[in-house]
Structure formats: C-alpha cells, structure tokens
C-alpha cells in the first residue's frame, strides 16, 4: 500500500471514529478555534474555496495538504467534499508521519 492510500485510509478511519470535519464553515471554524490539527484541501476545489483555506491555514499556521482531488476525498470519507480538517492529534501525527 502506497502512501497516498495509508493517508487515505486514515481519513476513512477518522470520518467513522468522529475526528474529522467537513464542509467549508466548519473546517474555517475549526481552523480558528485551533481544533483544526491537518487540514486537506481539494486540488481541484475553486480558486475561491482555495484561497479562503490556504490564507486561514497560513494565519493560524495550520498544515494543508492538497494532494488529493475532490474524487479522492470524497472516496475516502463516503460523502461529497473538498475540503476536510482532523481534529484529533494522534490521527494527524500518524498522517504527518506517513508524508514525510
């Protein structure tokens, strides 16, 4: 299994274990209420959607990962979405350590 699909997987996991959330006002929120630990973003999600997370995550110094499509994203938590934060550190360390 390559990395994208351990990263993937882990999203799945963290979806059914309640760790992740989704939707544009909610990841904004989590972002500012510090909740956020990893946020993914679509890289096929609008140039507005994109540049609303990407300035939030660089203000409040949030990583975002921006590898996946909405496809991608979507497959792994089981509903449509492009952008997504985990807000569990255990979940984001272990992701953070299968991307470097």
Not at 44 to 59: F, H, M, Q, V, W
Request: glycine share 6%.
């Amino acid at each position: 299994m390559n990395k994208e699909e351990q990263l993937l997987n882990l999203l799945g996991l963290a979806q059914r274990a309640g760790k992740l959330v989704s939707g544009e006002d909610l990841v904004i929120k989590s972002i500012q209420s510090n909740q956020a630990q990893l946020v993914f973003l679509a890289q096929d999600a609008g140039p507005n959607l994109k540049k609303t997370i990407e300035d939030k995550s660089r203000y409040y110094q949030k990583m975002v990962v921006d590898q996946f499509t909405t496809h991608d994203l979507s497959l792994a938590i089981g509903r449509q979405r492009k952008v997504l934060s985990v807000v569990d550190s255990g979940f984001a360390k272990k992701m953070r350590s299968i991307m470097s």
